[in-house]
Nanobody, 120 residues
Framework: QVQLVESGGGLVQAGGSLRLSCAAS????????MGWYRQAPGKQRELVAS???????NYADSVKGRFTISRDNAKNTVYLQMNNLKPEDTAIYYC??????????????WGQGTQVTVSS
C-alpha cells in the first residue's frame, strides 16, 4: 500500500507565496515521475508541474516563471514552491506519483488534495 500525504496549502493574498509538500510512504521499489495537478471549481483537473526521478521538469504555461517543482528522492518527497500567486491559482492541488511497486509494475497514485486559496 502506497500513500501520498500533502501539506502546505492555505489562504494567501495575491502576490504571496506558498510551498506544498507531498511525501510518499509504504512499500515500493522506486518512484518514477511525480507531479502536481490542480482542480478549480467547475473545471477539469490540470497538470501544474511534473518532475522525473532524474530531475527533468515540465510546467503548465500559466505557472512558468512563478512555480518551481523539486524533489528529494531520499525522502520520497516532492515540493511545489509557488510565488507571485494569483487569484486564478485558487484550486485544490493534488500530488501524483508513478510508483514502481516492484521493478516491472508501475501504478499511479493520488494524494487527498490540499486547498490553495488566493485572495485579491
Amino acid at each position: 500500500q502506497v500513500q501520498l500525504v500533502e501539506s502546505g496549502g492555505g489562504l494567501v493574498q495575491a502576490g504571496g507565496s506558498l510551498r506544498l509538500s507531498c511525501a510518499a510512504s509504504g512499500s515500493f521499489f522506486s518512484i518514477d515521475r511525480m507531479g502536481w495537478y490542480r482542480q478549480a471549481p467547475g473545471k477539469q483537473r490540470e497538470l501544474v508541474a511534473s518532475i522525473t526521478s532524474g530531475g527533468n521538469t515540465n510546467y503548465a504555461d500559466s505557472v512558468k516563471g512563478r512555480f518551481t517543482i523539486s524533489r528529494d528522492n531520499a525522502k520520497n518527497t516532492v515540493y511545489l514552491q509557488m510565488n507571485n500567486l494569483k487569484p486564478e491559482d485558487t484550486a485544490i492541488y493534488y500530488c501524483n506519483a508513478h510508483v514502481r511497486v516492484v521493478t516491472t509494475i508501475l501504478y499511479g497514485y493520488w494524494g487527498q488534495g490540499t486547498q490553495v486559496t488566493v485572495s485579491s
